[in-house]
């Protein structure tokens, strides 16, 4: 990690001690929700094509399971660090929790670079790492799913590998799969789709109308290239989009259809033909009115928050906006939604697919996106609730709702033994 970054655990400790404190929660409680409840690190051989055996580094944190079985991603970055994956564990459990689904908060990695892998490589290195955690992982005690470059595939591979050992399919043991095998309508796009209901009931706040709103996204994966064509069909003007190569801005619009286009022919937005290009983080202080950061953690930084235009920022990365730049932007006046709220979408129609494999009884998509739309617009209200009872920022805010829920069950059930 270089020196500069911000660590994420110590940003995921600081924002829950932060609303620990707007609530008046009591020391024990602290003690209890600050710390993950399990960690696993494993160290694995993956057979190279070349015959060369590379060992690659893993981990799979459950933070807390107080609410329900672990639930979180599992992301293939060269920069995976334990501590990483420690925050998006805990931001797993609150964002489980303001939504209130059965769930309780985990995250995995592995230290890789998937794009420098063979198709081959990448399914031995999934099936091993699949294996190595197959100690923690199952349908009723740890739900993985894709996050930052792992996909419909890779889910595929976990879900196939964990069956063969058991002998029998085991749909319910990953989330985001592909639909030919359980996977669920809807679930590809329900990061985007959650970010965008909410946005549509939050524009009032700052006096917008959709129609008129101009749009910057960071970040053109899982989750930033659905919200371009998500938001473009809802009526806003996308304005700029970025990937790790770059970024294209064009204060009249760009065309999303033709950007998915160049991003799936040459691999980079940045090939977008009429457009002025910028770096991967210059998208981010563009003129625009809703920004959205759909990469990675500590892009809104002390260093660059002040240089935002926007009206709103919709987080639907984990992790974008470090606590220095969010006391900044609020002073700019600029709305956050934050992550636990606004990508809650994502693992809210995972639960949908869990649902729906243990019941083997599936929903059309119509369904689907009523009932994400419900859980969406719930937990929006909750939040600003909080936000205009209290006078706290409506990470705090969300965060307060999410701590509340997971102290209710805790103390419910009691301090074992
Ligand atoms: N990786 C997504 C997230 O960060 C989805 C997690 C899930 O569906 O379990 O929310």
């Given at each position: 990690m270089s020196p500069d970054r911000t660590n994420p655990w110590e940003m995921a400790q600081?924002?829950?001690?932060?609303?620990?404190?707007?609530?008046?929660?009591?020391?024990?409680?602290?003690?209890?929700?600050?710390?993950?409840?399990?960690?696993?690190?494993?160290?694995?051989?993956?057979?190279?094509?070349?015959?060369?055996?590379?060992?690659?580094?893993?981990?799979?944190?459950?933070?807390?399971?107080?609410?329900?079985?672990?639930?979180?991603?599992?992301?293939?970055?060269?920069d995976v660090t334990l501590d990483?994956?420690?925050?998006?564990?805990?931001?797993?459990?609150?964002k489980t929790a303001v939504v209130g689904i059965p769930f309780g908060g985990a995250k995995g990695g592995v230290q890789v670079d998937p794009r420098k892998l063979s198709h081959r490589e990448l399914e031995r290195l999934t099936r091993r790492f699949a294996t190595e955690i197959s100690i923690l992982i199952?349908?009723?005690?740890?739900?993985?799913?894709?996050?930052?470059?792992?996909?419909?595939?890779?889910?595929?591979?976990?879900?196939?590998?964990?069956?063969?050992?058991?002998?029998?399919?085991?749909?319910?043991?990953?989330?985001?799969?592909?639909?030919?095998?359980?996977?669920?309508?809807?679930?590809?796009?329900?990061?985007?789709?959650?970010?965008?209901?909410?946005?549509?009931?939050?524009l009032p706040r700052v006096g917008l109308n959709i129609n008129d709103a101009k749009v910057s996204?960071?970040?053109?994966?899982?989750?930033?290239?659905?919200?371009?064509?998500?938001?473009?069909?809802?009526g806003a003007t996308i304005v700029a989009v970025s990937d790790s190569q770059g970024g294209i801005y064009n204060p009249r619009g760009l065309d999303v259809q033709k950007l998915l286009e160049v991003k799936r022919e040459t691999g980079s937005v940045v090939h977008y033909p009429d457009g002025d290009k910028m770096g991967s983080a210059d998208v981010l202080e563009v003129p625009c009115d809703i920004l959205i950061p759909a990469a990675l953690e500590d892009q809104i930084t002390e260093e660059n928050a002040d240089r935002i235009q926007a009206r709103m920022v919709v987080e639907a990365a984990n992790g974008p906006t470090t606590p220095e730049a969010d006391?900044?932007?609020?002073?700019?006046?600029?709305l956050v939604l934050p992550d636990i709220l606004a990508n809650a979408g994502g693992v809210t129609v995972s639960y949908f697919e869990w649902v729906q494999d243990l019941y083997s009884f599936f929903w059309d998509e119509e369904r689907v996106k009523s009932e994400l739309k419900a859980i969406m617009k719930r937990a929006y209200h909750a939040v600003f609730e909080i936000v205009d009872q209290k006078k706290v920022l409506p990470r705090t805010?969300?965060?307060?709702?999410?701590?509340?829920?997971?102290?209710?069950?805790?103390?419910?059930?009691?301090?074992?033994p």
């Open positions: 600081r924002q829950f001690f932060e609303a620990a404190e707007a609530m008046g929660l009591d020391d024990n409680m602290r003690r209890v929700l600050s710390q993950p409840k399990r960690e696993l690190i494993v160290h694995f051989p993956v057979e190279m094509d070349d015959g060369r055996i590379e060992v690659f580094h893993g981990y799979r944190v459950q933070h807390n399971i107080a609410r329900g079985p672990a639930k979180g991603g599992i992301r293939y970055s060269p990483e994956v420690r925050a998006l564990a805990m931001w797993m459990t609150w199952g349908p009723d005690r740890d739900i993985p799913a894709p996050d930052v470059h792992t996909n419909p595939q890779v889910m595929a591979w976990i879900m196939d590998t964990i069956s063969m050992h058991k002998g029998y399919s085991v749909p319910g043991v990953v989330t985001g799969k592909p639909i030919e095998i359980g996977g669920s309508r809807g679930r590809n796009e329900a990061t985007s789709q959650g970010a965008l209901y909410v946005t549509l009931e939050a996204i960071q970040g053109f994966g899982n989750a930033g290239s659905i919200a371009a064509r998500l938001f473009h069909e809802a006391r900044i932007l609020h002073d700019k006046g600029i805010a969300a965060y307060i709702l999410a701590i509340q829920r997971v102290v209710d069950a805790t103390r419910i059930r009691g301090i074992y």
